[in-house]
């Protein structure tokens, strides 16, 4: 079967992973700090913080800002669920917005229809990794949340992605364009919000008895007390997940052009296939990151169970959030996210795929009998 998502590891990672286990340390430690820096350092970031996972680093975002409770948050309909429950976890309202149908990016327009008093904050997702119009969606006037987990090579107007949001996410799990197995960041330009969200990874404790006696404080004898400052849940990331970070960073650049090589490719066929809609790449200048490649056709189930029967797994990445149960409200209909609910397909994308696998995707589905 012909997975639809996917990371490729090799030799690197596992030797990094057998180096921090004889080390006899997997916990949180200096292998995550020395991810962070050489993360920050490779994608410009002026702060960047690893956590357990990027749905953690949601929550965290959106309880950074410290947003009056009850006021509402606006977020796009079309993405993962973990952006909702944040918002809901922090005691706050989700709405839901439409997005473009091309891009499946939300645009000024989508989100100034959900604008009402009690607007707080705004959330955007960087689809599949083409960076959304922040600077557009500053000019609104409130803080933003990127959650650009699909994100983590895009760049938009020569910046990285998350860098130019309040607060920016990256998801690192299993099937990202760089994984760790689960993990994720938190990046902000904020030297506040990144100090407390270093002591809220860990359970909100400000300063630990350990660091205390490490550093030879004077002030504090008795090392083995803490400060706890805020109530939070823990969220520390593994050095066994660091030490897989490193080595895929060294090779994110090679990953990304493998991602880029299948792109291109289904860009070229399916451009003269006259019942497929294709994605949009990024702008000139700008930088996507070939997280998945989502089509638009009719027929999209026959399909997908054709491709199925023929060894090919596909999925719609996402069933919209105000569809789902939970969230389900009568009086919502989003359009462009209904669109993409009955015609969206993911289909294959990522470094693994071999050149016969993308072929074979290609006449699959050139062959299906619209
Ligand atoms: C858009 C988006 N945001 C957040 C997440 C959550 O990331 P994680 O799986 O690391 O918790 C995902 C995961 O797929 C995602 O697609």
Request: net charge neutral.
């Amino acid at each position: 079967m012909i997975s639809v998502f996917g990371s490729k590891v090799g030799k690197e990672e596992i030797e990094n992973v057998n180096e921090c286990m004889m080390s006899q340390w997997m916990g949180f430690g200096k292998i995550v700090n020395k991810f962070e820096q050489e993360f920050s350092k490779k994608f410009q970031l002026n702060n960047f913080l690893m956590v357990d996972s990027g749905s953690n680093a949601l929550f965290m975002a959106v309880k950074l800002l410290n947003l009056p409770a009850g006021s509402e948050v606006i977020l796009p309909s079309y993405t993962w669920v973990s952006c909702a429950q944040a918002i809901v976890m922090a005691n706050l309202k989700p709405i839901f917005c439409d997005v473009d149908l091309n891009t499946m990016n939300v645009r000024v327009s989508d989100i100034e229809r959900s604008i009402t008093k009690e607007t707080s904050a705004i959330m955007v997702v960087d689809y599949a990794g083409l960076p959304v119009k922040i600077d557009e969606i500053s000019q609104l006037g409130y803080p933003i949340i990127e959650d650009a987990a699909h994100a983590v090579f895009s760049r938009y107007k020569g910046s990285a992605c998350g860098s130019l949001a309040d607060i920016a996410i990256y998801s690192f799990d299993a099937v990202k364009n760089l994984t760790v197995g689960e993990g994720g960041g938190i990046t902000t330009k904020d030297e506040k919000l990144i100090k407390r969200a270093s002591k809220l990874r860990y359970c909100g404790i400000g300063k630990s008895g350990f660091d205390s006696a490490t550093t030879q404080d004077k002030n504090q004898s008795k090392w083995w007390e803490y400060n706890i400052e805020e109530t939070f849940i823990k969220m520390l990331p593994t050095n066994i997940a660091g030490s897989i970070g490193l080595a895929q960073l060294k090779k994110i650049d090679i990953l990304q052009s493998r991602r880029k090589e299948i792109w291109d490719a289904y860009q070229n066929e399916f451009k003269h296939v006259n019942w497929i809609e294709n994605p949009v790449d990024a702008e000139n200048g700008d930088r996507h990151s070939y997280f998945t490649y989502c089509i638009r056709v009719p027929e999209r189930d026959r399909l997908a169970n054709f491709l199925l029967e023929n060894g090919i797994y596909t999925t719609l990445r996402y069933h919209p959030l105000h569809l789902n149960p939970i969230y389900k409200s009568t009086d919502l209909y989003l359009k462009n996210s209904e669109v993409l609910n009955k015609r969206g397909l993911n289909i294959p994308l990522h470094p693994r795929l071999t050149d016969a696998d993308v072929n074979k995707v290609i006449q699959k589905i050139k062959s299906f009998n619209i």
